[in-house]
């Protein structure tokens, strides 16, 4: 979620330099800890062997009490790295035996603690790296959920093939993006990331370790496909993979006004005329938002022809002399976040405070509530942050979990946030503003996109997924029948 060339605030996590506590010794270290404070888990003689580490010093517990919104902070009783996805299944088991809150954590960007767990046991993913050979007849590849995307990509582009849709950072681990959603400018072609996953092997809050699909254990697998970690933890997934281009052509187009922009986005995805469609907003010399730029990429040989400009661009009412185009290469588009965030890592932005708000409009009302609220938005409410505001076309999102406005074209509307975390004024405002505007969406048929940090209470949750809501509770019930899963998302 973010944009190539121009001012860019992704901004990050901080690097985790944990120490690594020996089983056993750590094991003793939590169940003393646990004890004095009045335990949550009481004895545990039971602690099951383990082929990684679980991990009780300070320093990994302060890391996993973290994540790239620097907004939420709790602090887990122990991180189990695991060695195995047995060690996964035992401390799933041995967790839900002593009712110990679990939450798997990725790559820990999420914004609002959503991966953190108070008193409880975070278990990293990134051991989980295992990248399966390509399956030439199905054109799928196998992977551990820990990979992450750019890993993933450099590693099927040998085979001249690619995952269909991308996050504008590729450093998501697959589970934290399949538990989510995954949406970037290739959606409106592709559906969401977690359209393009066809199996997942998934531990239960059971602790059971299963392989769902639309045809094996399809209702475990629509509750755990963008169902925020609440009844499984991901453990490995199967991605459907396309030919990818050697080359594309980038396109950067200037409008003049909202409506213009918005109607030419819309077309350009109706017509399925680019592969990825995305749009950024930013404010003029008065510090109005409202200058808007198209951003449209083609795909040249051997998945098109050769980019034809004019054709095109044909139609479209941008500001003529104003459009930027370029020729990059395949992988250099999708990492083009890569030197910016190096930048940003340099001079520290990246550790900011990132209080985002991640909304779905419906696009029937699109222009009305995009207007209001771009002029409540003042550059103070952004910081060195970036707005995004792009279509999707709902027809191709068929994750049922990942709940969109009833509107053949919903839009994204992305606001990354930044400022200093020491700043709690301008933090505590950023995060009124996502509740407002949350509200106004909401009334007026839209959704959150629940990536960022949006004040979100019990009710907020049933009211959001809707039609969907008494499956996920059954499928908890289920499936995670001790209530240990992932509590950082406050729906249960
Ligand atoms: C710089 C940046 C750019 C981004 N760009 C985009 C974008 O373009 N499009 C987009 O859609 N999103 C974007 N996001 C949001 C991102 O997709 C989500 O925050 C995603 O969940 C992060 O993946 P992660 O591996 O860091 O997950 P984490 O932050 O570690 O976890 C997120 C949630 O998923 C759960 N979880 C993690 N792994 C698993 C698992 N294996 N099984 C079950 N549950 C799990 C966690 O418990 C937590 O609740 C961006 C975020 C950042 C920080």
Redesign the pocket.
Known sequence: ??QPTRRNT?RGLVASAAVVVGFHPGAQAWATEDTRKGGLAGDFEDLPPLDGTLLTDEESRAAAAE??GHIVHRTPRAVLRPGSVDDVVAMVRFCGKHGIPV?????????MG??QVKHGLVIE?TPLADIGPVDADSDTVTVG?GVRWSTLTKATLEHGLTPPVF???LE??V??????????GQTHQHG?QVDTVTELRVVTGAGELVRCSTRRHPELFDA?RAG??QC????GATVRLVRAPETVRHYLLPYADLDTFLTDQRRLVEERRFAYVEGQVAPDDSGAFRTYLLEAVAYGPPVGPEPDDEALLRGLRFERGGEEIANLGYYAFLDRLAASVAEQKESGVWYDA?PWLNLLLPGEHVTRLAEDFLTSLTPDLVGPGVVLLYPLQRDQLRTPLLRTPDDPAPYLLAVLRSTPPEDEATVKRMLEHNRTAYEDVRDAGGKQ?P?GSVPFDKRDWRDHFGRAWPRLVAARHRYDPHGIL?P??GIF
Request: net charge negative.
């Open positions: 979620m973010s992704l994540d790239y939450a798997p954590r990725g790559q820990g960007h999420a914004t959503q991966a993913t959920a996050t504008d950072y998501l681990s589970g934290g993006t399949a538990s989510v959603g995954g949406i970037g969401a755990v925020l970690g499984a933890i991901i453990v990132h996109y990536v992932v950082g998302q």
